[in-house]
């Protein structure tokens, strides 16, 4: 029984650590640039999610129309920032690289605050998901399993994106080794901009998928930031699939760490962390080089 | 890589920039004093500061390791002497206390995060900086939580504001002269030389990991040191001490005074203090702005408000 829902909520922690997580190291994986911003733009997408729906108020599928516009509207976004700002920062000092994402992060925060302001904000789950389902012998909102499925669906079109398109070639020609890709005629420049774009897609969808779960706060941006580093890192830079993996077990560790510790359910990822990279310098899924 | 430290200027100004921080730093602090009270109380965080982000500046500027965990050490250092003058120990052994605790934090987080690729070792402070805070943040029991940990003040001698900032210029001063030491002795230079080329340094015999660790050891009290006179200052320690923002202010304001230069980090922290007592009666999105304006020095002006400064100086 409660074995069961501490399931499912491990397996919805995932979903939405994975979307936000597979962003991030397919920019650093591709682009080589840390992007601090990443948790913002998630943060602002649960916000976007808000406010969609709430100006769209009493039309039924307001939900699922921000579930559409919110990704492509990021998508957008991420384009034009790629080509303003982070194409400028390609081969940069890692110092002279982060700074602007922080400033990014600043700017996100107050355009919160200015907007709208330090109260948290709650989307309501769409209506066509409001009953309960009876799923690993309990029931649960069947909202916790769309956004499960909705993981496991962007998962599968993720891999078969990168593993089985042209596109997906020229992504990790570009990602193993840049300058070759170039020389061999791959417009780096376009499939930089391409995978940028489909980072803060899916870092858009996770917010709008987590808005009716648990609604925006001013101070999410920095923390989902930082735990999907944990996942990153424990999943080994730029791997996407290491960080699948990484993001399930996370999940599954804040899911049962509340049993044991409910106050520190989200430290034990960042013990597990350390403890993973104590044995495994690189990432439980990248070789040592 | 190559592009940043080709700019940067790599002549250092051996007095000028010194003795510019110093005479900033008692303008800010005499100035600061005339105001009467008031000024003390403003001058104290701002010392504080100053030797945050100097202490961040070992790491950053001087040994090329750009971390975004610095707050951890501070917090380790003022919780760690506010619990134990709050059970009763006198200021001097839990300020010592404090700032060995916060050297140990620093040379567990070294252990793990040295001797990593750039990105992961950034990734890797702030992770660990964030589980830091997570403790403090839950531990109510211990550490009063999201209330703050309060209860325990100076000794009497110490308890006027005249008097703790007295005592703020000496421990400050006495740091930053121990710090300007380091960097120019053979250890200093043992860790710009692992900066600039760890593979080199290996190769001329040095112990990179050591280096590296020990370096981390050093900031990481110097930080602790900071944490511990705020702690007795406020009569309190605040979760927010080991928040992102504390760690990110001190990298802007490094970034802000020139990361290069023993001033730099000093001057860029004056600076933001000013702007921060002063802006928000101006703006309430002051530090936005900053970021940019710190986007824009850190881009274009790599040497930073100390190299401005000092330039002419240095033709003369």
Redesign the interface.
């Given at each position: 029984m409660l074995i069961g829902l501490q399931v499912l909520g491990g397996l919805v922690s995932a979903a939405i650590l994975f979307l936000v997580a597979a962003g991030l190291t397919l920019i650093?994986g591709v682009c080589?640039v840390?992007n601090l911003a990443h948790g913002t733009f998630y943060m602002l997408g649960l916000y976007a999610a808000y406010s969609l729906t709430t100006a769209l108020h009493g039309l039924p599928g307001a939900f699922w129309l921000a579930l559409v516009l919110v990704p492509l509207l990021w998508a957008a976004i991420g384009a034009v920032l790629e080509a303003v700002l982070f194409r400028?920062l390609y081969?940069?000092?890692?110092?002279?690289q982060?700074?602007?994402t922080?400033?990014l992060?600043?700017?996100g925060?107050?355009l919160v605050?200015?907007v709208w302001g330090l109260t948290p904000r709650l989307v309501s789950t769409p209506p066509a998901l409001l009953f309960p389902l009876h799923i690993f012998g309990v029931t649960a909102p069947a909202y916790y399993a769309f956004v499960v499925l909705a993981g496991i669906v962007v998962a599968a079109g993720l891999w078969l994106l990168i593993a089985r398109t042209d596109w997906g070639l020229l992504v990790r020609a570009t990602a193993r080794d840049r300058v070759v890709a170039a020389t061999l005629g791959v417009d780096t420049g376009r499939i930089m901009t391409s995978v940028f774009a489909l980072s803060m897609a899916l870092v858009g969808l996770a917010g709008v998928l987590f808005a009716p779960i648990g609604g925006a706060s001013p101070g999410m941006g920095?923390?989902s930031t930082?735990e999907a580093?944990?996942v990153?890192?424990v999943g080994g830079?730029g791997s996407v699939w290491g960080s699948a993996a990484a993001a399930l077990g996370f999940g599954m560790l804040k899911s049962f760490g509340i049993l044991v510790a409910p106050?520190?359910a989200?430290?034990f990822v960042?013990?597990a962390?350390?403890a993973v990279?104590?044995f495994r310098?690189a990432g439980l899924f990248r070789a040592p080089e | 890589?190559s592009?940043?430290?080709a700019a940067l200027p790599l002549r250092t100004y051996r007095a000028a920039g010194p003795a510019l921080a110093v005479a900033l730093s008692l303008a800010a602090v005499g100035g600061l004093a005339l105001a009467g009270e008031q000024g003390l109380a403003l001058a104290v965080p701002t010392l504080i500061f100053v030797l945050f982000a100097a202490s961040l500046n070992l790491l950053?500027g001087t040994g090329g390791m750009?971390s975004?965990g610095h707050a951890a050490l501070f917090a380790t250092g003022g919780y760690v002497a506010a619990l134990l003058a709050k059970h009763g120990f006198d200021m001097a052994s839990a300020a010592l206390a404090g700032i060995a605790a916060a050297a140990l934090m620093a040379t567990a987080m070294a252990a793990?995060c040295v001797g990593?690729?750039?990105?992961?070792f950034?990734?890797?402070t702030?992770?660990?900086a964030?589980?830091v805070y997570?403790?403090i943040w839950?531990?109510r029991e211990v550490t009063g939580g999201d209330d703050g940990l309060i209860g325990f003040a100076p000794p009497e001698w110490l308890r006027g504001t005249g008097a703790y900032c007295a005592l703020t210029v000496l421990a400050v001063a006495g740091a930053l002269a121990a710090l300007l030491r380091l960097t120019r002795s053979p250890f200093g230079a043992a860790l710009r030389a692992v900066r600039d080329n760890a593979g080199r340094a290996a190769f001329a015999g040095l112990n990179v990991k050591a280096i590296q660790i020990a370096a981390f050891a050093i900031s990481g009290a110097m930080a602790g040191l900071a944490g511990v006179l705020l702690a007795f200052f406020q009569r309190g320690m605040f979760v927010e001490s080991a928040g992102?923002a504390t760690s990110?202010n001190a990298?802007?304001v490094c970034?802000l005074g020139g990361?290069r230069s023993f001033a730099g980090p000093i001057i860029g922290a004056l600076v933001f203090r000013a702007v921060a007592t002063l802006a928000p009666s101006v703006t309430?999105?002051w530090?936005?702005m900053l970021?940019?304006i710190?986007?824009l020095v850190?881009?274009y002006r790599?040497e930073g408000l100390a190299g401005l400064l000092l330039r002419p100086a240095a033709r003369r």
């Open positions: 650093f080589r840390l400028r081969g940069v000092d890692v110092l002279l982060i700074l602007p922080i400033a992060v600043f700017l925060q107050d605050r200015a920095v923390d930082v580093f944990a990153v890192v830079l106050r520190f989200v430290a960042f013990v962390m350390a990279l104590v310098p | 890589m592009l940043t430290s950053v750009v975004m793990i990593r690729e750039p990105t992961a950034i990734m890797l702030l992770a660990l964030q589980l997570i403790v839950k531990w992102f990110t990298l802007l970034v990361t309430s999105y530090l936005s970021g940019v710190v986007v850190g881009l790599p």
